[in-house]
């Protein structure tokens, strides 16, 4: 009888059959208070955001998601080419992922005890590591940030170093840890005193060598292709730097909360280098599913047996959320998926044709600079145009701000073409494409076609640069 009992919802927990739990209708409430969307996050949350949307006119109403789109109450779609900063390289509500959350809470595991073993973390740390065989552990947190500050904890802690180098305009998160080896300033600004870690230029060899003979140094972080503005590592770079941080008794640590899980063609970005095993990697961003935050820090088994090395020392390192069932069912169908779909293969095939389609119009445009990237992380740059005629536009633009010619791109995509970008970093003239891994030729083609729309206009005269202008004035009079 007692089983029975304790097996049974209890009597208050939910209305009459059919009724939202315990009188709470979240549909009702939305559709009640969904309006007011922009009003609350400019009174209750960072009040910029919705000023910055009003500015660029992306202060638009979506009412419902679906792989690579997004649709509003008229039905029009919008190609989403951020997939929210990588999160969702499967798209918008995958099925399988979708599937596999519903399971997980239907089962009301007794999740999260602290004084058990449960078996999803487990499983998803097993399926993770086939990704990386020379690897042999993994510690889930709930974020890219985290997965970085653990590969941060570990690197210092197995080596007995304190100081990290990383390389110049890198992006590895914004908390105190992660921000003391993210390399933009404008992030850094006003946060210090951060740790003790040091930028180099990246891929210079000779700068990394003569910081790892101070003999201070726990580990380089990197990423196999950086996110702001899109550079990869130079060839042989990641092999080498390997080489020399083993000689100097120190660590590589990979970054790959953007780049890993498939985005650039390979299952991790370092992958694309022979012979490169970092002892630390760090995952989250497409892991999720775009359903539940997850972060991971895969390491050698040296490394975890340094770290947590006796049972006074088991939870020295521990996160509330980290392994929660949620995360771990849609990182494990996540997983499932990419290897049931071939993503990966889709990424690689779709991000080179998606490149030779951008790079074929170089010739065309004297304002479109180059084309780069790997798989479908790919950077379009705009340069100085040599033409007087085009010269004395581009001039005035980088006078007002640099990085204005690119969002003057970004904003027609969305409001002719429907089609979400933005540019990868602040005073770029580069837009970074993140889609969905799931993209086929049809979302190649229509970015293209958008994309040499708005570049025939930008080259034909001014009226590109007198609308945008135009559209600038309009929304921050509106945003006031």
Not at 26 to 49: D, F, I, K, S, V
Not at 330 to 344: K, P, S
Request: hydrophobic share 40%; charged share 25%; glycine share 10%.
């Amino acid at each position: 009888m007692a089983a029975e009992t304790s097996s049974a919802a209890p009597a208050d927990s939910t209305g009459e059959p059919g009724d939202p739990a315990g009188g709470f209708d979240l549909t009702a409430l939305l559709a009640a208070r969904g309006g007011e969307r922009y009003r609350l996050h400019a009174e209750y949350l960072n009040h910029q955001l919705p000023r910055m949307l009003h500015t660029i006119g992306f202060d638009k109403v979506y009412e419902h998601a679906k792989g690579a789109y997004f649709y509003d109450a008229e039905g029009n779609d919008y190609l989403d080419m951020l997939a929210g900063f990588g999160i969702f390289a499967l798209g918008r509500h995958h099925p399988v992922v979708r599937q596999a959350v519903h399971q997980v809470m239907d089962l009301e595991l007794a999740d999260l005890t602290r004084f058990d073993c449960q078996p999803l973390p487990g499983l998803l740390a097993e399926k993770l590591l086939t990704h990386a065989p020379h690897l042999d552990r993994v510690f889930f947190g709930n974020s890219g940030t985290e997965a970085v500050e653990t590969a941060l904890k570990f690197a210092r802690y197995a080596t007995g170093r304190p100081r990290v180098l990383f390389c110049e305009h890198a992006f590895h998160g914004l908390t105190t840890g992660s921000l003391s080896v993210n390399g933009e300033e404008g992030f850094r600004k006003g946060f210090a005193p951060l740790l003790p870690d040091t930028a180099i230029p990246l891929g210079d060899l000779e700068r990394l060598e003569r910081e790892l003979q101070k003999g201070d140094v726990a580990a380089l972080i990197v990423e196999p292709i950086q996110g702001k503005g899109v550079h990869a590592t130079p060839d042989g770079y990641l092999r080498a730097a390997q080489d020399l941080l083993h000689k100097h008794k120190a660590l590589l640590i990979a970054d790959e909360v953007q780049t890993g899980v498939g985005r650039t063609g390979d299952f991790f970005a370092y992958q694309h280098e022979d012979g490169v095993e970092p002892d630390l990697v760090c995952v989250a961003k497409a892991l999720s599913g775009g359903y539940v935050p997850v972060g991971a820090t895969l390491g050698k088994e040296w490394i975890f047996e340094k770290v947590y090395s006796s049972m006074d020392r088991v939870l020295v390192h521990s996160a509330s959320f980290g392994s929660n069932a949620q995360a771990m069912a849609a990182g494990l169908a996540t997983l499932h998926v990419f290897e049931d779909e071939q993503v990966v293969a889709n990424a690689r095939r779709v991000g080179d044709l998606f490149r030779e389609r951008l790079a074929a119009l170089i010739p065309k445009y004297e304002m479109l600079a180059d084309v780069r990237g790997r798989g479908l992380m790919i950077g379009i740059e705009f340069g100085r145009p040599q033409s007087l005629k085009l010269r004395t536009g581009w001039t005035a633009l980088q006078a007002a701000r640099k990085g204005l010619f690119a969002q003057m791109v970004v904003v027609p995509l969305m409001q002719r073409h429907r089609i979400l970008t933005q540019v990868s970093g602040d005073h770029l003239e580069v837009i970074k494409l993140i889609p969905p891994l799931t993209i086929g030729e049809a979302e190649v083609d229509r970015f293209v076609d958008a994309f040499t729309d708005i570049m025939d206009e930008a080259h034909s005269g001014t009226g590109l640069m007198r609308d945008f202008g135009k559209t600038l004035i309009k929304q921050a009079v509106a945003a006031r």
